[in-house]
């Protein structure tokens, strides 16, 4: 993970997600006209047009939809091999992230978020194996 | 169909040359004018791109032209696809009356590729997707393969028959960066270093210089110009994503609206195509557009390029020049892709010439399955 991530905010309509995460809160846009999820975060619902989005967090479950390790660092501070993935939560949206945890991967394997921290106190949201999922009862 | 013609192709100085991009700009436009037997002053419509911002002003001013139709839509390796739909509208609405396409780079002299590709601090996938060090565009091509075998059950085998198909055809071309090289095998491309899986080197594209033109002009005109004209008979266009979370289904790319729309304006089905010059920045690249052009059914691609079919002397020739996994890619290789399938219909392709080709195909890719075109040519009958 490079050390030069810091600057992870840019304006007030992602704030809310990066903020979050010095919680270890993964949170989602949901618009509030359709109900329909997005992510990343955008002024707008590209389902439906609507302008007025809220943040609301999610279960932080997910299966992943595809992966890659990458064996060649794209810039200084990326030690490589590390697995980049599609991960799509169970509430819709996919994410870019990390899969983390000695596992061998799959694609459609259960995975629940874990937290990776940053220098700045807040964290970038990774994910680890859930094999308890979706299968546990109750959920 | 349209009334539009290709009158004149050529390329620039190929490989490792040490020259400028607009040298290599220069050399491209020029000679595609010469193979038109027309001049710099008959040209009054210039689209080009990965200049500068100001790419078609830059290279007007570089060759002392005052066009009064300009292009330089972004988008990656099938822009040029994409300029010969609005050269052909452009030249059709009596704006300008000779359009020339061209592109050059030279990144493997300059040494200006980088793994991270380029990130742009303003957009959002700086913001939520650089932090994870994915690499730009390999990464994002190696999960689409990921999940491509994984859907549908295709080995990793089917995917390295891309790269040796284009290997057999760049022994065949000249022009190549891998001509006198070895032939490649599968166990080759499975064995070379692996860079993201599951891609390795030899799945990639090359990173050379290089870069072409083509001229257009109305078919009346091109039919009193030196060459024999080729005809633009279809285009379509789709653009779908620039972050590597936005599509749903990775297996799906827009080839299947750019490919739907340039069949329906030229009347022609994919059986009517006898050559393909399919964008090969990647060897999964090709296996998933084949299914959205509609070459074969989801799934089926890994079947239908097996055992050399897509390579010499197979039943469906693809990527003729050796493509941009061994004939060359200066990293938008789209302009390359047209000049292939013009050289093809006119019948001037050597040992590598798919005999009696009348319709060829040349499908652009741009950045992550970013930007699709398709542009159908066909012989003038």
């Given at each position: 993970m490079t050390e030069d991530f810091r600057e992870a905010t840019s304006g007030p309509v992602t704030e809310e997600f990066w903020e979050a995460t010095r919680r270890r809160l993964l949170v989602v846009q949901r618009c509030l006209a359709c109900g329909r999820r997005q992510h990343y975060p955008r002024w707008l619902c590209t389902a439906c047009g609507g302008t007025e989005l809220e943040y609301a967090p999610v279960s932080g479950l997910g299966v992943v939809d595809s992966f890659t390790v990458v064996h060649?660092?794209?810039?200084?501070g990326f030690e490589p091999p590390y697995t980049v993935a599609r991960v799509r939560l169970a509430e819709g949206p996919i994410l870019l992230t990390h899969l983390v945890g000695d596992t061998d991967w799959t694609c459609d394997l259960p995975v629940r978020v874990a937290w990776q921290p940053l220098p700045d106190g807040r964290h970038l949201p990774v994910f680890r194996p859930a094999r308890d999922w979706p299968r546990a009862p109750g959920r | 169909m349209t009334g539009v013609a290709i009158a004149g192709a050529a390329e620039s100085d190929l490989g490792i040359t040490g020259e400028s991009v607009l040298t290599l700009q220069a050399q491209a436009v020029t000679r595609a004018l010469a193979d038109a037997g027309l001049v710099l002053s008959d040209v009054d419509g210039l689209a080009t791109c990965g200049v500068s911002r100001f790419s078609a002003t830059q290279v007007a001013d570089y060759l002392g032209l005052r066009p009064v139709w300009t292009e330089s839509t972004f988008a990656g390796g099938c822009a040029f696809e994409m300029y010969v739909a609005r050269a052909a509208q452009a030249i059709e609405a009596g704006q300008c009356r000779t359009v020339v396409i061209s592109y050059a780079s030279n990144q493997r002299s300059a040494r200006s590729r980088s793994l991270a590709g380029v990130v742009e601090e303003h957009t959002p996938e700086a913001l939520f997707e650089a932090p994870y060090g994915p690499l730009y565009p390999f990464s994002y091509y190696a999960m689409a393969a990921q999940r491509y075998m994984h859907v549908f059950g295709v080995k990793r085998e089917a995917l390295a028959e891309v790269a040796v198909a284009a290997r057999d055809w760049a022994l065949l071309n000249p022009k190549a960066y891998r001509y006198g090289s070895a032939p490649l095998t599968v166990r080759d491309v499975l064995s070379a270093p692996m860079v993201s899986s599951p891609l390795t080197t030899a799945d990639a594209c090359l990173v050379t210089d290089g870069g072409g033109a083509v001229v257009l002009t109305s078919l009346e005109r091109a039919r009193d110009l030196r060459r024999a004209p080729v005809r633009v008979l279809g285009y379509g266009e789709c653009v779908t994503n620039t972050s590597m979370a936005a599509a749903d289904d990775l297996t799906v790319t827009g080839a299947v609206h750019s490919g739907a729309a340039a069949f329906a304006r030229a009347g022609l089905v994919p059986g009517d195509v006898d050559v393909a010059q399919i964008y090969d920045s990647f060897t999964i690249t090709v296996l998933l557009t084949l299914e959205g052009l509609g070459f074969c059914g989801a799934g089926e691609a890994g079947d239908f390029v097996a055992g050399g079919r897509t390579g010499p002397g197979g039943a469906f020739p693809v990527n003729t020049s050796g493509g941009g996994l061994s004939y060359n890619h200066p990293g938008q290789y789209g302009l390359l892709l047209l000049v292939e399938a013009v050289r093809q219909l006119r019948g001037e392709?050597?040992?590598?010439q798919v005999p009696g080709a009348e319709v060829a195909l040349a499908h652009g890719t741009g950045g992550i399955l970013s930007a699709h075109a398709t542009v159908l040519l066909g012989v003038d009958r």
């Open positions: 060649r660092a794209p810039a200084p | 392709c050597g040992d590598r």
